[in-house]
């Protein structure tokens, strides 16, 4: 089975075609709700959007509304990263604040302080940020922690700004280096993407221009880990192995054994998984967003296993519904301890967001009896097909609408 293009690079790469007018092509997008929603609130500011397949096309007029209205930023709060661009390149923009979700308190102070080094002013009312500027200044802002949407915004806005902008302690996401790919490719200077310091030289302007979306790592380790908990050998097409090195130490120390094909991965499961002690930090540590496949993993392990998550306070939420299914985890603050049962029992659970929903997924895998995944339209925000894709590898898995 072959992986899409990232939604986390996708989404990013989206907002930063509001930088130029013109047609942009993207290829690799996956289907799936947050693109379509990223489209929709692209739409509202004036850009046409269409998709076939997995090409995106973007016509970006010369002038837009530059205004996220609550509707939209409330179901995906990815959508802040547009700030950035239409700073950067209209000096003025509308956004409504994004509150916290599943995965807790979700604050964008980091973005806002980034931005207003670089020249901004922001003032908040009525639930929206409306942010100014005559012309960003470039400056060196050092970030408190490496945010992947801080240095994205501040990466968009710094393209068009006046002067050098060095971003330090950068976060080094492999979307991160996606994205000042494509900037460079509309004529943006950026340098050191992908490290913790980025240098980004201020342009006068930039072109609309077709890029090709990065694999979704998030994607290839959830398919990684429906191997590790079912058996059998994959090929996971398009997985980059660069790009997810600390989890494929983790994969191998629980037993799995995965060797690079022409195209990709192919990882291979024999028996119950070995548990081992892990750890999430930004990257190039093991991403929070396998987290709960890892967590999955470790529910039918071969003794006990400890997870300590660092990126976010309330991401251990979905442990109560593997527990439901039978698994033995104490999770408490940062840390769940999960000691490794012989075998999961099928129930009715809830997917509390997107990656926790996939997890739930493979848990059903190996689970005696039904699992029946209630609010399965979050697991659509982030998986072009995963149904289709786990059924073709011989799964028992069908959809049914969301419930
Ligand atoms: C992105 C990804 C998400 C991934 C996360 C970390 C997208 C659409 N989402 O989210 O899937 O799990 O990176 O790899 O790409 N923080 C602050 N202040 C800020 C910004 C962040 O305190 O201004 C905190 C957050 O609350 C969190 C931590 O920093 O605890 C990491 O957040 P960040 O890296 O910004 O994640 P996102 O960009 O929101």
């Known amino acids: 089975m072959r992986i899409s293009g990232a939604k986390n690079s996708a989404l990013k790469l989206m907002a930063a075609s509001l930088l130029a007018s013109g047609r942009f092509t993207l290829r690799g997008v ?55 661009p239409l700073l950067g390149r209209f000096g003025t923009a509308r956004v409504s604040v994004p509150g916290g979700d599943d ?10 302080r980034g931005l207003e080094e670089l020249g901004a002013t922001f003032t908040t009312s009525h639930g929206y940020i409306e942010g100014r500027a005559d012309r960003l200044v470039g400056t060196t802002v050092l970030l408190p922690y490496p945010s992947v949407g801080a240095t994205e915004n501040l990466l968009m806005a710094a393209v068009l700004a006046r002067g050098t902008t060095v971003i330090e302690n950068a ?18 200077q950026v340098g050191g993407a992908g490290s913790s310091t980025i240098t980004i030289e201020g342009v006068e302007g930039l072109e609309a221009v077709e890029h090709i979306v990065v694999p979704d790592r998030i994607e290839a380790a959830t398919y990684m880990a ?28 629980m037993g799995l054994h995965i060797s690079p094909s ?3 991965l192919v990882v291979t499961a024999l028996g119950r998984p070995r548990s081992v002690d892990v750890a999430t930090l930004p990257y190039p540590g093991v991403a929070t967003d396998y987290q709960p496949l890892l967590v999955t993993l470790l ?16 991401r251990f939420r979905y442990i109560d519904e593997l527990m439901r299914m039978g698994a033995d985890i104490r999770a408490e603050g940062h840390h769940a301890v999960i000691r490794g049962v012989g075998s999961l029992s099928g129930a009715p659970v809830r997917a509390p967001d997107i990656r926790a929903g996939a997890a739930l997924v493979i848990a059903g895998l190996v689970a ?4 029946l995944i209630g609010n399965a339209h979050h697991v659509e925000r982030g998986y ?10 011989g799964a028992e898995v069908s959809y049914s609408g969301s419930g």
């Open 30 to 84: 996956p289907r799936i709700a947050d693109v379509r929603w990223m489209g929709e609130l692209l739409e509202q500011m004036g850009v046409t959007v269409f998709q076939e397949g997995d090409v995106l096309t973007l016509d970006v007029p010369e002038r837009v509304t530059p205004e996220a209205p609550y509707e939209l930023v409330e179901r995906m709060r990815a959508s802040i990263v547009v700030l950035g």
């Open 103 to 112: 995965f807790g308190h979700r604050p964008i102070d980091m973005h806002l």
């Open 171 to 188: 976060a080094r996401e492999p979307e991160i280096a996606d994205l000042a790919a494509f900037l460079n490719a509309m004529g943006g």
């Open 226 to 253: 429906a191997v590790g908990m079912a058996g059998g050998e994959v090929e996971v097409a398009g997985a980059r192995p660069e790009h997810m090195e600390m989890l494929l130490v983790k994969l191998g120390e």
């Open 262 to 264: 022409t195209d990709g």
């Open 299 to 314: 529910a039918v392990g071969d003794s006990v296993g400890i997870v300590t998550e660092n990126v976010f306070g309330g």
């Open 368 to 371: 005696d009896g039904e699992t």
């Open 384 to 393: 072009q097909d995963l149904v289709g894709n786990l059924a073709s590898l």
